[in-house]
């Protein structure tokens, strides 16, 4: 996001860069699964892994030509203590969660994971209150648009995340159909992505980027509020028990993302830009690992989607009280 806040200065290109951003975003996880799919019908699911390689190696091959040149702010310190805190923390908390399917709450190995993250993180939130040039300042995550915006980045990336779980392993262990044909059920996702991520920037400039983040939230928790309703039957056609679902909170996951983007990075001074972007990206992060284990480990399979879909539904009432307060 320093990138391009250096390649789009003026602030209304900024704006339709960052919705942008936020729509491509959504869509790169969605087309890792899909071609996940293609790959471990045609090949091994050993070689997923060899497509971050491809990837980042045509990021540093083209990095050299299209990125610009930029002098170094060489008086700040990287706060390496802070990030290693940080890292170690949520890395010991989400591994506490996750194993939660295989051993009970009240055993050594959840209990002491969870606690050695908490402890970690307070120790992390304690020595940037203190540093001098802190990764994260606190300060940073008090304004409440930001706040709102990062929280409806994290459900949106856990419900979308959340749905590609649950539904492929019902799809090919209850329905029994094959990892073809499982990607192929996403096909409609990935289309209603790109055509909701297309419209988002033309109507954040039309209506804001608070309005159309509240009707994404919206359209996104009555998506997985449909899903949790009729998915998990086996005996739904997927025309109109999977399918509408699945539009509906594609749509709304494209929207909210591009306009939480905007409003997380809106007003960040251009010595911070670099700081909105690792903060939004942790909490896109921390939506598919965090709020997802927590939600399966609460519930089953349609409690988590129906949870997830009220959380989204309670966040576009937050957004949508906070573009129209009461007087």
Same mark, same amino acid.
Request: net charge positive; aromatic share 8%; charged share 10%.
């Given at each position: 996001?320093a990138?391009?806040?250096?390649?789009?200065? &003026?602030?209304a290109a900024?704006?339709?860069?960052?919705a942008t @951003?936020?729509?491509?975003s959504?869509?790169g996880?969605? =087309?890792g699964n899909l071609l996940s799919?293609v790959i471990?019908?045609w090949?091994? @699911?050993?070689?997923?892994?060899a497509?971050?390689l491809v990837v980042a190696?045509?990021a540093?091959?083209?990095?050299?030509? @299209?990125l610009?040149h #930029?002098?170094p702010d060489? !008086?700040?310190?990287?706060?390496?203590t802070?990030a290693?805190?940080?890292?170690?923390g949520?890395?010991?908390? =989400?591994?506490?969660?996750?194993v939660?399917?295989v051993?009970? @709450? =009240?055993?050594?190995g959840?209990?002491l994971?969870l606690?050695?993250?908490?402890?970690l993180?307070a120790?992390?939130?304690?020595?940037?209150?203190r540093?001098p040039?802190?990764?994260?300042?606190?300060?940073f995550?008090?304004?409440?648009?930001?706040?709102?915006?990062?929280t &409806?980045?994290?459900?949106?990336? *856990?419900?979308?995340?959340? #749905?590609f779980?649950?539904?492929?392993l019902?799809?090919?262990?209850?329905?029994?159909w094959?990892?073809l044909r499982?990607?192929?059920?996403f096909?409609?996702?990935a289309?209603?992505l790109? &055509?909701?991520?297309?419209?988002?920037g033309p109507?954040?400039d039309r209506y804001?980027a608070?309005a159309v983040? #509240?009707?994404?939230l919206g359209?996104?928790?009555a998506?997985? &509020?449909?899903?949790?309703?009729?998915?998990?039957?086996?005996?739904?056609?997927?025309?109109?028990?999977?399918?509408?679902g699945?539009?509906?909170?594609a749509?709304?996951?494209?929207a909210?993302?591009?306009?939480?983007?905007v409003?997380a +990075?809106?007003?960040v001074p251009?010595r911070?830009t670099?700081?909105a972007g690792?903060v939004l !990206?942790?909490a896109?992060?921390l939506?598919?690992?965090?709020?997802?284990?927590l939600?399966l480990?609460?519930?089953?399979?349609a409690? =988590?989607?129906?949870?997830t879909g *009220?959380a989204l539904a309670?966040?576009a009432?937050?957004?949508?009280?906070? +573009?129209?307060?009461?007087?």
């Open positions: 996001m990138v391009l806040r250096v390649v789009h200065p &003026a602030p900024y704006g339709r860069a960052m @951003w936020g729509g491509l959504v869509l996880a969605t =087309s799919g471990v019908a090949f091994s @699911w050993r070689w997923t892994f497509v971050p190696a045509t540093l091959a083209l990095a050299s030509r @299209w610009p #930029t002098t060489r !008086n700040r310190a990287l706060d390496l802070g290693l805190l940080a890292t170690a949520i890395t010991l908390a =989400s591994y506490g969660l996750v939660t399917d051993r009970p @709450w =009240s055993s050594a959840v209990l994971p606690l050695g993250g908490a402890v993180i120790a992390f939130l304690y020595t940037e209150h540093a040039d802190p990764l994260l300042p606190i300060r995550l008090f304004d409440r648009r930001r706040a709102l915006a990062l &409806a980045i994290a459900l949106s990336a *856990c419900g979308t995340a959340m #749905t779980v649950v539904l492929s019902h799809l090919q262990q209850t329905r029994d094959s990892a499982t990607s192929a059920a096909v409609p996702f289309l209603a790109i &055509a909701s991520g297309r419209t988002a109507l954040i804001g608070r983040t #509240t009707a994404g359209t996104g928790g998506g997985l &509020a449909l899903l949790a309703a009729t998915a998990l039957h086996a005996h739904i056609p997927y025309a109109y028990g999977l399918l509408p699945l539009v509906l909170l749509a709304g996951t494209a909210s993302f591009g306009g939480a983007a409003l +990075t809106e007003g251009p911070q670099g700081l690792g !990206n942790s896109m992060e939506g598919p690992t965090v709020l997802f284990a939600l480990t609460l519930g089953g399979d409690f =988590s989607l129906a949870a *009220c309670l966040a009432l937050l957004h949508h009280r906070a +573009t129209y307060p009461t007087p």
